[in-house]
C-alpha cells in the first residue's frame, strides 16, 4: 500500500501506469486518489459499514484542489462517525430519476389501476402538454417549490401553448391558462407524494404544498325560456336539413331532459335503458355506478330510438364504426354543439351547462337541492338504488316536472 501526504505537487507527480494506482494519505485514514491508466486523478474516501468496505468519490483532482479534497473527506468521516453512509447515500442519489420517469411510473403504477379511464387520459394530457415540456428533464429530487410556483407562472402565461397534428387531420392544440395550471399544480402534488412513497424524496417534502392556485370564475350558466325555445327550433331546423344530424339532436334533448352528463347519454347502451321502470342503470360513471331516473319526454325519445335500432349496442354509434362493427359510441357532438349554438345564438354555452340548466328548472320549479342533487345523481349509490323499488318515488315526480318543462320550451309551447 502507497502512502504519501496528499499535497497539490505530490498528487500531480504520480505517474500514471497501465492500471488503477491508489496512493493513501498519511493523516486522513481512508482518504486517497485513485490514479486511472489515462491519467485522471481521483479523491476517493474508503470505510467500512457493517463489516463492508465501502468506497466514495470526493471529486476529481483539477475541479477540487488537493487541499479541498481533504476538506470534503473530513466531513464525511464526520457523517460516518454519526452512522452516516456517504456512498450509499450516492447511489440514491444517482437512482433518483427526472420528473418524465417519475410520470411514466405514476401512470403505470397509479393513473391506469387506480382511476377511472377519463381520469387517466386526462392525467396524460396534462402531463404531455405542460409539465414534460416544462419539467420533464429535472431530477424529482431536485425540484422545488419556486420551481412549482414558476411552472404554473408559465403554464397560465400559456408557455406551453401549441398547435400539434396528432393523426391524419387531426390536431391537438393546447391554449394553457390558469385553470390548466390549476390541475397540474393538483397533479403534481399526487405525484410528488407517490414520489416520497417511492423512496424519491424525504418524507414532507412535496414542493406543491403551499404553493396558491390561482382564482378561477366559476361559472353558472344555464338558458332562460327563450335560449330553450331557440335552441329547439335550430335542433329541429339541423335536424331537417341533413337526417345525419338526428343522432346529436337527440343527444342534446336527452341531456337537457335528464340532467346527465354528455359521457352518460353519447355511450349509453340499450342494456342499461329499463322502460318498464322508467331508468337508465349505468354500470359505472364519474361517481360509480349510477341510476337515472327518466322523465316521460326522455322515455319517449328513448322508447322510439330503442324499437329503430334493435338488440344491444351503442345507442348512439358512430356513423364509421357502423360499417364496421358497432365498437366506439359517436364522436362528434362537439362540432354538432358548436353549429347548434351558434344557430340558436347561445354566445359560449358549453355542452356541460345543460346539465345546469335542468338543475336551474327543478330549483326554480320549488324543488329542494336535495331533491335536484338525486336528480343529478350527486347522492351516494346507496341512495339511488332506492329509486327501483319505489312506484311513486318523489325523485320521479321532480323528474318528470323538470323535463315536461323542457320538452315544453323545446317546442316552443307556452307554458
Not at 11 to 32: C, H, K, N, Q, R
Not at 309 to 331: D, I, N, W
Amino acid at each position: 500500500m502507497v502512502k504519501a501526504k496528499l499535497t497539490k505537487r505530490t498528487v500531480e507527480a504520480i505517474s500514471p501506469a497501465g492500471a488503477d494506482a491508489l496512493i493513501w494519505d498519511t493523516e486522513i485514514p481512508g482518504f486517497g486518489v485513485k490514479v486511472t491508466p489515462r491519467g485522471a486523478r481521483i479523491y476517493v474516501l474508503q470505510y467500512s459499514r457493517r463489516d463492508r468496505t465501502r468506497r466514495c468519490t470526493i471529486g476529481r483532482h483539477g475541479d477540487l484542489t488537493a487541499e479541498q479534497a481533504r476538506r470534503e473527506a473530513q466531513v464525511f468521516r464526520g457523517i460516518i462517525a454519526k452512522g452516516g453512509d456517504p456512498a450509499r447515500d450516492r447511489a440514491r442519489q444517482r437512482a433518483i430519476p427526472i420528473m418524465q420517469a417519475l410520470a411514466e411510473r405514476y401512470m403505470t403504477e397509479h393513473a391506469m389501476p387506480h382511476k377511472k379511464a377519463s381520469s387517466a387520459r386526462e392525467d396524460r394530457r396534462l402531463i404531455d402538454c405542460h409539465i414534460l415540456p416544462l419539467l420533464g428533464a429535472h431530477k424529482v429530487s431536485d425540484i422545488s417549490r419556486g420551481d412549482i410556483r414558476r411552472f404554473i407562472q408559465d403554464v397560465a402565461a400559456g408557455k406551453t401553448r401549441h398547435d400539434q397534428k396528432t393523426v391524419e387531420r387531426g390536431r391537438r392544440i393546447v391554449r394553457g391558462g390558469r385553470v390548466p395550471a390549476n390541475r397540474c399544480l393538483t397533479l403534481l402534488s399526487k405525484m410528488f407524494g407517490l414520489a416520497e412513497d417511492w423512496g424519491y424524496r424525504p418524507d414532507g417534502s412535496n414542493p406543491c404544498r403551499m404553493v396558491e392556485r390561482f382564482a378561477e370564475a366559476k361559472r353558472e350558466r344555464f338558458l332562460s325560456t327563450e335560449e330553450l325555445r331557440r335552441l329547439g327550433d335550430a335542433l329541429a331546423a339541423l335536424e331537417a336539413a341533413n337526417s345525419h344530424q338526428r343522432m346529436p339532436a337527440i343527444i342534446i334533448r336527452l341531456l337537457l331532459l335528464t340532467g346527465a352528463r354528455s359521457s352518460e347519454i353519447v355511450g349509453l347502451r340499450s342494456e342499461y335503458v329499463d322502460l318498464g321502470r322508467g331508468l337508465i342503470r349505468l354500470p359505472d360513471s364519474k361517481t360509480g355506478a349510477k341510476v337515472i331516473v327518466l322523465p316521460a319526454p326522455a322515455r319517449q325519445i328513448l322508447a322510439k330510438l330503442m324499437h329503430e335500432r334493435q338488440g344491444k349496442g351503442y345507442l348512439f354509434p358512430s356513423r364509421r364504426a357502423v360499417k364496421r362493427t358497432e365498437t366506439q359510441p359517436y364522436a362528434g357532438l362537439k362540432g354538432f354543439w358548436n353549429a347548434v349554438r351558434k344557430a340558436a345564438e347561445l354566445g359560449d354555452t358549453r355542452i356541460h351547462d345543460l346539465r345546469h340548466t335542468h338543475a336551474s328548472v327543478g330549483v326554480a320549479s320549488g324543488f329542494s337541492l336535495l331533491m335536484v342533487g338525486k336528480l343529478l345523481g350527486h347522492a351516494q349509490t346507496s341512495t339511488t338504488e332506492r329509486y327501483a323499488h319505489l312506484a311513486d318515488d318523489p325523485v320521479r315526480q321532480a323528474a318528470d316536472f323538470v323535463g315536461n318543462r323542457i320538452a315544453e320550451a323545446l317546442a316552443g309551447r307556452p307554458e
